[in-house]
């Protein structure tokens, strides 16, 4: 089989008003952080790239409306026409105005938000693990319910899962509970793909490679000896790669290379 290359994107923190923005994205906004024109580069480049689908992992916008997200999907279909896309969302998404306003879901809902999309004999699925506990993460039993009926039949290249928050043990925002191992353990997954923490980490969990991807809305640098972090108006996406044999190539990208630190813990 030929191999497939996709867009990681995540946490674009797309701004909409900034009237209505606090705390650190309008500290970021502030510092001339520009989240759409991050977007935008990082979307002109994977455009070049021809890449088969995209993903995105959540917080999508922040605490954004239905206008918002059809902002996001125009750009979108404006640099990346025809390409398949599938969403996970997060703590900063609100689920009415995504389906409204990214769907073209007139009715909304604010359920949890699951999907399945299917390319070339790749499953790729998400779940909404920030829907319930936000900034923690968590899967209720219905969603892994929903997960374990899509994983039924075996795919010819096995399956991806798309989610907001991270279950590595080092980067670790949400608890990996014995069912939800279970199912990642019995599955065919080859691949665990996240956010949320605004910066780049691989890992494994449950025996599956786990990929953190860095933030489109602010980059946050973190120097572990230390114990400090420094929050900047850089951000980036992942450039990632699936070979024949099942093994990923993950590149991570810088979209706004001149960084402005707003924010130091």
């Known amino acids: ?20 923005l606090k705390g650190n994205m309008l500290k970021c906004v502030e510092a001339g952080g520009d989240p759409a024109a ?32 059809a902002d996001v999907r125009e750009l979108f279909d404006k640099y990346l026409p025809g390409v398949p896309r599938l969403c996970a969302l997060g703590n900063h ?16 809902g604010t359920h949890p938000y699951c999907d ?55 980067t670790a925002s949400m608890e990996l509970t014995p069912r939800f191992e279970r199912i990642l353990r019995g599955g065919d997954f080859i691949g665990l793909f996240n956010g949320h923490i605004h910066r780049s980490c691989t890992d494994w969990a449950a025996g599956i490679p786990h990929y953190t991807c860095q933030a489109i809305g602010f980059d946050i640098e973190v120097n572990g000896i230390k114990k400090t972090a420094a929050y900047t ?5 992942n450039l990632c790669v699936l070979r024949d044999g099942g093994e990923f190539f993950v590149e991570s990208r810088i979209a706004s290379p001149k960084g402005t630190i707003f924010l130091t813990k």
């Not at 089989?1 to 209505?20: A, C, N, Q, T, Y």
């Not at 070339?120 to 374990?148: N, T, Y």
């Not at 108006?233 to 996406?237: E, I």
């Open 233 to 237: 108006t850089r951000g980036g996406y």
């Open 116 to 170: 399945r999309l299917d390319v070339d004999g790749l499953r790729i699925l998400s779940v909404d693990s920030a829907w319930e506990k936000k900034l923690e993460g968590s899967l209720d039993d219905k969603q892994l319910d929903w997960l374990e009926e899509q994983l039924a039949d075996q795919m010819p290249r096995g399956s991806i899962l798309l989610f907001h928050n991270p279950i590595s043990p080092q």
């Open 93 to 108: 998404d609100v689920r009415e105005a995504f389906r409204q306003g990214f769907l073209g879901d007139r009715y909304g």
């Open 38 to 69: 991050t977007l935008t580069v990082a979307l002109r480049e994977l455009s070049e790239e021809s890449i088969d689908f995209l993903i995105v992992t959540g917080d999508i916008c922040h605490e954004g409306t239905p206008d918002d997200y």
């Open 1 to 20: 089989m030929k191999e497939l290359r996709f867009g990681h994107i995540s946490d674009i923190h797309w701004p909409g008003d900034v009237s209505r």
